[in-house]
Structure formats: structure tokens, C-alpha cells
């Protein structure tokens, strides 16, 4: 029984670890001849931000919910992904194939009923996708395979891009997933709305045709606005280095500091652009302005490898892998219950459920082949 209610408590854990409200973070995705990248503002009360390198040919089984299957799979490919809460637990990443997903609140997702997919939470229903898949459409056909549990408590919606230059808005509405591939109706811009009423919002503004003039700053420091500042950001792209532009429309639609006295650290965490050509990720942080790059093929992913990670804050410009350390059960318990107590409050989350959460993905072993999908 207590086995049973560890399972039951841990899943819980795991989706009440992003019911956060993430405000107002933005993505976008951007190409331009040889050049394509996909931006994202990560914003949020605190930073505590780890980068972590996910080896391929990882046997895994989806965290526990209660009446669900949990999905299984082998990782055919490694990637790097960012997290405040640990392994498994991404907000976004990038594979080794340039295949990238990142996570943006969106109050009205409804995910589907139990049926006969087995499920995952919804933070790791993004490192499944980096685990199996190199582009977009797979990504979006993989809806037949694994759904996201009704049971999780966050509602998402997610940016993802490929390094054959497409992308799509993922939502899941009314109990089903709402896929928007290569749709350019709003410059390729997201943030907390529903894809189709942010293009109903941006009619009004002057670069869709509209009276009102563009949104140079925020006023009201809602989606709409961010939106509507984004993608006039866009549309003045006139040649150039495209990071350099896109770090530009980051700063932007950056978060609205100070306007909540009770989240004075409150901002835009971590500001990132993911090169989709070149498999890099280039980002800087709330504490530290520099850019730092991170060079996919720098890392190995093979399953020996030791599972490695960094604070965000402590990488070198050129991030590599004597940067990094192993990320242990230990260490991983530690960024678990350091995030728990920064959110929830000091000792709220029981130890036993924090360390029943980490446990759960220490008993991953590696495959001596790759297999894609539900094993």
C-alpha cells in the first residue's frame, strides 16, 4: 500500500512541480535562407536553472499515475535539455539531430481522456519527443502512440522546431491535440494564448493590416501584448546575424520586472536561441548578461556516459564537458527538494515523496539497442 501511494504521490509531485504560473513566456521561430532558430524567454519567480545531457539508448518508464499505463521507451538520441527540477523534468531542449521543443503556459489546455495510449506527465512528454523523434511531423504523429495524462496538473502548450525548417504550435484542446505546422500567422511568435486567438488579437495592429499601431513596450503586460511586440519585432528583420536579431526580440517581450512587490527576483530567467543548422544553443541568464554557447556535438550521449549537469550560472562561455559534473540520485534529490522549498515553502513536499520522484528515474538501465516508441 505505501508502495502504491508513493507511486500515486511522486506523479502528483512531478505535475505540481510546473503549476506554476510560467507568466508570459514567449518562443519564436524564425528562418531566414540558410538560417533558422527558435527563441524562448523563460520566465519565472526564481532562477535555480541546470542545463543536462540525456544519453541515448536509456531504457525508461513514465512516471505513476493512478489507473494510467505509463508509456515506455529506449532514447534513440541524446540530447540537452534545461530544468529547475531535475532529470526528466525539462521546460525545453534540443536533440543531437536539432530537433527542439519548449514548454508555455496555456490557462484553457484540456489533455485527453484515459484511452488505450499509455501516458506521461506533461514535462516529460517533451524529452519522450527528444528521446525518439527528429522532426516536427513526428512529433505531431506521435499523438497515435502516447498521450499527455488528463491528471496533469499544468496546462501547456509547446513550441517545436526541426533542422529541416519547420515548426508547429502544439495545444491540446477539448481533450485533443491542435497541431498549427508552418502557420506564419502571427510572424512565427507565441506566448499564453491559444494560437488561433492570438491571430484573432493581432487584426487590430498595424503590421496585420489593422488601426492600432504596434506595441513598441508592454502597458498591461499580458499575452496579447506580448505577441503583438514579438512579431513587430519580427517583421523588421532586414538581414543580419540572426542570433544577434534574436536575442534582440528576447529583450523585447523580456518579463515585466518588479510589478508584483511580493516576486522581487520575478523576470525572465533565462533568455535562449537555438541554432537548428549548426545544433547550438546560444542563451544568457536574469544574473549573468553574457551569451554562453552550448555545441551539441561537444557531448556524449552514449548510455556509459555518465548522466552530467550544470547550473546555468556556473557554465563557461563555451560550455563543454569538463564544465559539467555527474548529476547523481543525490544531486538530483537535492535540485528537487531545492526548488520545493523555494515554491511550495521549507519542508511542505515530504522527504519521502521527493526521494521516491528522484528514485524512480535512477532505475533507467541502458539497452543494447535502440528502439523507438513504446517498447
Known amino acids: 500500500m505505501m508502495n502504491l501511494m508513493t507511486k500515486r504521490m ?29 527563441g524562448r524567454n523563460y520566465d519565472f519567480d526564481f532562477g535555480d536553472g541546470w542545463m543536462i545531457v540525456n544519453p541515448k539508448g536509456l531504457q525508461k518508464t513514465a512516471v505513476h499515475y493512478p489507473n494510467e499505463v505509463s508509456a515506455k521507451w529506449t532514447a534513440k538520441y541524446g540530447s540537452i535539455t534545461f530544468s529547475q527540477v531535475g532529470r526528466e523534468g525539462p521546460t525545453e531542449g ?22 488505450n495510449r499509455p501516458m506521461t506527465d506533461e514535462l516529460q512528454w517533451m524529452q519522450y519527443q527528444l528521446d525518439n523523434y527528429t522532426t516536427v511531423e513526428e512529433v505531431i504523429a506521435s499523438d497515435k502512440l502516447i498521450r499527455i495524462t488528463s491528471q496533469a496538473f499544468t496546462k501547456l502548450h509547446y513550441m517545436v522546431a526541426d533542422a529541416k525548417g519547420n515548426f508547429a504550435v502544439i495545444e491540446f484542446l477539448n481533450g485533443k491535440m491542435v497541431a498549427h505546422l508552418n502557420d506564419y500567422r502571427t510572424k512565427g511568435f507565441i506566448c499564453n494564448d491559444t494560437f488561433e486567438k492570438s491571430v484573432a488579437d493581432m487584426q487590430k495592429y498595424n503590421t496585420y493590416g489593422g488601426t492600432q499601431a504596434d506595441l513598441t513596450k508592454y502597458q498591461k503586460f499580458n499575452p496579447e501584448e506580448a505577441v503583438s511586440i514579438g512579431s513587430s519585432s519580427i517583421a523588421k528583420y532586414d538581414g543580419g546575424d540572426l542570433e544577434q536579431f534574436g536575442f534582440e526580440i528576447l529583450e523585447n517581450v523580456k518579463a515585466l520586472e518588479g510589478w508584483n512587490p511580493n516576486k522581487p527576483q520575478y523576470g525572465s530567467q533565462w533568455s535562449v ?18 551569451v554562453k554557447k552550448i555545441r551539441l556535438k561537444d557531448f556524449d550521449y552514449t548510455c556509459s556516459a555518465t548522466v552530467k549537469a550544470k547550473k546555468l550560472n556556473d557554465l ?11 548529476i547523481t540520485n543525490e544531486l538530483n534529490l537535492t535540485i528537487l527538494r531545492t526548488f520545493c522549498n523555494r515554491w511550495f515553502g521549507p519542508g511542505i513536499m515530504p522527504e519521502y515523496i521527493l526521494k521516491s520522484s528522484s528514485d524512480l528515474i535512477y532505475k533507467y538501465s541502458c539497452s543494447d539497442k535502440l528502439v523507438s516508441g513504446n517498447d
Open 10 to 38: 511522486s506523479g502528483l509531485l512531478l505535475s505540481l512541480l510546473i503549476g506554476w504560473q510560467v507568466n508570459a513566456c514567449t518562443s519564436f521561430f524564425l528562418h531566414k535562407g540558410d538560417q533558422m532558430i527558435m
Open 94 to 115: 534540443m536533440n543531437e539531430e536539432g530537433l527542439v521543443i519548449a514548454c508555455l503556459m496555456l490557462p484553457g489546455s484540456q489533455y485527453p481522456a484515459v484511452d
Open 273 to 290: 536561441i537555438y541554432d537548428l543548422k549548426n545544433k547550438s544553443i546560444a542563451f544568457k541568464t536574469r544574473e549573468n548578461r553574457t
Open 316 to 326: 563557461g562561455l563555451i560550455a563543454g564537458p569538463s564544465d559539467l559534473s555527474a
